[in-house]
């Protein structure tokens, strides 16, 4: 079955630090991969997504992801965290058995303390 | 460029009462629609999704139920609401790749 894992809950980081918030995924054939970011009380933004080509993949607000096809993992990264990085992170995978869906993690909290 | 609209923002209601929620994209033709609940700010469940009008499948079976009587608009209802239809909202729009959010209602059942 498709799955996506986001192994950490919370992820704690001081502000300036480098972070990396984790993904894992299971699917059969090559996968489809996105990050998301929510605010309190917000809809989901659009981070961004690995379709083909570059395993490192940048994205909005100086984030980006690292592909790894051995170990199946799309962990997001950023150099130096701000506290405006505090939100909620949704790792995603679209689901080839159905066209129409998108695979959710259940969300990893990033707090950057000043 | 693609923009999608959702309201209300927030909404309370008293249990029994009925429920609309209303959805619009425009800027695009013919998107993906999907009616998500995310329940005390984490997981997303995937409620509904749609391939076209009048094309609608629903994921879990629930209180609720959407339509889509136009390309670009896609609508959660329900009959009679209950309390553990509380919760955060989301609609969304995409073709075969990432989807793109509205900024959500968050519902209060009473």
């Known amino acids: 079955a498709q799955s996506v894992a986001q192994p950490e809950d919370q992820v704690n980081v001081a502000e300036g630090n480098p972070l990396t918030v984790k993904c894992t995924y299971s699917?059969?054939?090559?996968?489809?991969l996105f990050w998301y970011v929510q605010y309190p009380n917000r809809g989901l933004q659009f981070l961004l997504k690995y379709i083909t080509g570059d395993n490192l993949v940048k994205g909005s607000y100086g984030f980006e992801a690292e592909f790894n096809k051995s170990q199946t993992s799309f962990h997001l990264k950023k150099p130096s965290a701000l506290v405006s990085d505090s939100a909620l992170y949704f790792c995603?995978?679209?689901?080839?058995?159905?066209?129409?869906?998108?695979?959710w993690g259940a969300g990893t909290k990033l707090i950057i303390k000043p | 460029s693609q923009t999608i609209h959702q309201w209300p923002a927030t909404l309370v209601q008293p249990v029994g009462s009925p429920l609309s929620l209303e959805c619009t994209v425009e800027g695009t033709s013919n998107p993906n629609l999907y009616w998500y609940r995310q329940a005390a700010g984490r997981g997303l469940q995937l409620l509904f999704y749609s391939i076209g009008i009048d094309q609608i499948s629903s994921e879990v079976p629930q209180n609720l139920s959407a339509s889509r009587p136009q390309d670009r608009q896609f609508i959660l209802s329900s009959k009679k609401l209950l309390l553990s239809d509380s919760g955060f909202y989301l609609c969304?729009?995409?073709?075969?790749?990432?989807?793109?959010f509205g900024q959500g209602t968050r519902l209060t059942v009473v």
């Open positions: 699917v059969s054939g090559n996968p489809y």
């Open positions: 995603a995978v679209r689901d080839i058995l159905s066209n129409y869906q998108l695979i």
């Open positions: 969304a729009w995409g073709w075969d790749t990432e989807a793109f």
